[in-house]
T-cell receptor
Framework: SAVISQKPSRDICQRGTSLTIQCQVDSQVTMMFWYRQQPGQSLTLIAT?????????ESGFVIDKFPISRPNLTFSTLTVSNMSPEDSSIYLC???????????FGPGTRLLVL | GENVEQHPSTLSVQEGDSAVIKCTYSDSASNYFPWYKQELGKGPQLIID?????GEKKDQRIAVTLNKTAKHFSLHITETQPEDSAVYFC?????????????FGQGTILTVHP
């Protein structure tokens, strides 16, 4: 199974600022994803992080607000830009290998925007 | 797109009893069905998953059943223990160009009373 770590684990930010979250996988994975979990809610997919190319965003999420990078098969970053209190959530990255692989999640980054 | 419904939203059992959580999905093309356990302050932990070519899978006290015709799948936990208390999420994933993308159910808060 893949072990996924995220940094920072939590942060408190002022509105209007940006935060970059890092995701590191201990082995090469084919696919990496970013999810958002609002307080007390389920997980919603933000985007697929594509290695060496632009991320693929889900409906309701845009690159200007959530720029994503994935320079190699084990690392990705998500930036939450121009933050507002509504961005207060848990941000989670996940990874999976080939078609027969399971999907694992990181511990999440807990973001509070004041 | 895919829609996943999960029931019940809360479940309270006595230690040693069994717990069953049910999910239905809408897209017959979904072929990957993982279950995650999320404890307070942690990321989702994969506890068991099943693919559409299998009807049932078991791992010690945990089992998952899948009915492709009815488009529903269930998590069964036997001999529950207080440490099983957590939020449980089901999810459904597609293959092909949407490979790896997961749609989550709303979650079930399981409480196991000693």
């Amino acid at each position: 199974s893949a072990v996924i770590s995220q940094k920072p684990s939590r942060d408190i930010c002022q509105r209007g600022t940006s935060l970059t979250i890092q995701c590191q996988v201990d082995s090469q994975v084919t696919m990496m994803f970013w999810y958002r979990q609002q307080p007390g809610q389920s997980l919603t997919l933000i985007a697929t992080a594509n290695q060496g190319s632009e991320a693929t965003y889900e409906s309701g999420f845009v690159i200007d607000k959530f720029p994503i990078s994935r320079p190699n098969l084990t690392f990705s970053t998500l930036t939450v830009s121009n933050m507002s209190p509504e961005d207060s959530s848990i941000y989670l990255c996940s990874g999976t290998g080939d078609l027969a692989s399971s999907q694992y999640f990181g511990p999440g980054t807990r973001l509070l925007v004041l | 797109g895919e829609n996943v419904e999960q029931h019940p939203s809360t479940l309270s059992v006595q230690e040693g009893d069994s717990a069953v959580i049910k999910c239905t999905y809408s897209d017959s093309a979904s072929n990957y069905f993982p279950w995650y356990k999320q404890e307070l302050g942690k990321g989702p932990q994969l506890i068991i998953d099943i693919r559409s070519n299998v009807g049932e899978k078991k791992d010690q006290r945990i089992a998952v059943t899948l009915n492709k015709t009815a488009k529903h799948f269930s998590l069964h936990i036997t001999e529950t223990q207080p440490e099983d208390s957590a939020v449980y999420f089901c999810a459904a994933g597609l293959g092909g160009t949407s490979y790896g993308k997961l749609t989550f159910g709303q979650g079930t808060i399981l409480t196991v009373h000693p």
